[in-house]
């Protein structure tokens, strides 16, 4: 059946949005899942500063954050999705209901060591989508003056693996400056701004975890489902 205004609309498959799915009414009642990614390897790494100094918020914010060490990764396809690290990291993308992405600015862009990561995390495995709907946010490290390269990289990448990216972000300036000699964040501009974003990935990640799934329900997949359905009956008719 097909509407006589919208003769190109699947009516099968077109839903009017519901608010009463947008809020359901049993909650997750676990702290909320987040995986920090960072994009370097060194020894005195700014970025996996960031990253654990974020991690200390999360947790004082009530969540449950895990690091994963980038440390032995292969590139992509150089190595069989076998390979431990892949798997360490496949399994934490499939546990996390959110994630951070920090990376250095390197050449003007984010580090080939945090795009192998996100490289080697499918957009789908089976019927499992490992990010999509989950919540994203981006911060970048740089060595001189302030640049938001990496970050708007990070942004397109999110968007690509179907993520919810939080509007804020953090990019903090010669990093070498903005921390103390046991690896602690100082005081600054900068610090309140990692604050804000944790906060905000927090308080985004509770509103939506819920509710994920019917965010990113589409019209279009839902309307290939059923195609895809259609045919595979017709052929165990034939």
């Not at 992509?76 to 496949?90: G, S, T, Y």
């Not at 992405?101 to 789908?124: C, N, V, Y």
């Not at 309140?192 to 939506?208: A, G, I, Q, S, Y």
């Amino acid at each position: 059946m097909q509407s006589t205004d919208l003769p190109n609309l699947d009516i099968q498959s077109f839903e009017v949005p519901d608010l009463a799915r947008l809020l359901p009414q049993q909650r997750a009642a676990h702290p909320p899942r987040i995986l920090l990614l960072y994009g370097s390897a060194r020894e005195r790494s700014y970025s996996r500063l960031l990253t654990e100094e974020a991690a200390r918020l999360l947790r004082s914010m009530g969540a449950e954050p895990r690091i994963f060490d980038p440390r032995g990764v292969p590139l992509p396809d150089d190595a069989p999705d076998n390979h431990p690290k892949v798997q360490e990291l496949r399994e934490l993308a499939l546990w996390a209901e959110g994630m951070v992405w920090t990376s250095p600015e390197r050449h003007g862009a984010m580090t080939g060591i945090l795009k192998a990561q996100i490289d080697w995390i499918p957009l789908s495995t089976g019927a499992v989508r490992p990010t999509q709907g989950k919540t994203l946010a981006v911060m970048q490290v740089s060595g001189g003056s302030q640049s938001f390269n990496a970050v708007n990289q990070m942004r397109v990448l999110g968007r690509w693996m179907r993520m919810l990216t939080i509007p804020n972000q953090s990019s903090v300036a010669k990093a070498f400056a903005e921390f103390d000699e046991a690896g602690r964040m100082k005081p600054s501009a900068y610090y309140e701004r990692v604050v804000d974003v944790m906060e905000e990935l927090v308080k985004f990640t509770l509103l939506t975890r819920d509710c994920a799934d019917y965010l990113v329900d589409r019209y279009s997949e839902r309307r290939e489902s059923a195609e895809a359905l259609s045919q595979r009956v017709n052929q165990r008719i034939i």
